[in-house]
């Protein structure tokens, strides 16, 4: 298996490369959204700005670590023809995935990181300084859970290719709900109190918001607890539809094109 993955992430790591101008337009297109929200809420409340400026790269450097688009590749596979072609390799498809999906966040981490010390330099408020040790190994944690929740959201309704013909447009619907419950949109202490509580039980906030509370130190105490919690749970929810899934879907495919 270790073998294995060192070809796979080989090959993904020269494709990547190979679409240089892609890989640049993804990097700064996936910056714009979060800085441009940033903005409006230190307009709006100009007394937390350095709140609001440490949430919202915080927010871009979790976005990026646990982004997924597989819905988008697996529909087209699906509909056109060429999953077939994976479908009959000695290796599951969704390793193909995950090693996309770690060279990708790889790349990012490399060029943010870097990209956040210098900034820290000129803007006191992304200094790290305060950050306890357990604080951080909590933030991990919870980022790696989120990486891995938000791979199987995208996974399992890109797997529904096999019934829906265009699965992207139910996905969009269930992106737009995220942007609100994942503090994408604000921070999850600004919600109204019903939307708060309503998030604590979906997927959406362990995708992204969770891990930037406890970053933040916004969540606490038997809170964290719960939110490894429930993070777990859905992890395992998404575990089981894509097995489900993925053997049904065997049956109904077609191998219609290609």
């Known amino acids: 298996m270790f073998r294995k ?8 790591y020269v494709e990547m490369f190979a679409y240089r101008l892609a890989t640049i337009v993804w990097m700064t297109g996936a910056m714009v ?7 409006v809420w230190m307009n709006i409340d100009p007394d937390q ?5 440490f949430y919202f790269a915080a ?4 976005e990026r670590m646990t982004s997924a688009w597989d819905v988008w590749e ?3 596979e699906i509909r056109e023809g060429t999953f077939s072609y994976q479908i009959v390799r000695p290796f599951h498809p969704i390793h193909w995935a995950i090693a996309e ?3 990708y966040k790889a790349l990012f981490l490399v060029i943010l990181i870097p990209a956040w010390g210098l900034l820290a330099v000129f803007i ?3 200094r790290l300084d305060q950050i306890s040790a357990a604080k951080w190994l909590l933030f991990f944690c919870a980022l790696l859970l989120a990486a891995v929740i938000r791979f199987l959201f995208s996974y399992t309704f890109g797997l529904l290719g096999f019934w829906v013909t265009k699965v992207t447009a139910l996905y969009g ?8 419950l994942s503090g994408r949109i604000a921070p999850m202490s600004l919600l109204p109190p019903f939307l708060k509580t309503i998030s604590f039980y979906l997927p959406f906030r362990y995708m992204v918001g969770f891990p930037i509370e406890i970053l933040t130190g916004s969540v606490q105490g038997m809170d964290i607890v719960y939110g490894f919690g429930w993070a777990a749970v859905w992890c395992m929810v998404f575990m089981l539809a894509v097995l489900l899934l993925w053997k049904a879907g065997l049956r109904k495919n077609q191998a219609v094109g290609g």
């Open 101 to 103: 999906n770690i060279v």
């Open 124 to 126: 006191p408020a992304l």
């Open 5 to 12: 993955y060192s070809v796979l992430l080989r090959m993904k």
């Open 59 to 62: 927010l871009i450097f979790v």
């Open 74 to 76: 697996l529909e087209r």
């Open 33 to 39: 959204q979060p800085l441009i929200t940033m903005m």
């Open 173 to 180: 619907m269930f992106e737009a709900v995220s942007l609100f």
């Open 49 to 53: 700005e350095n709140e609001f400026i």
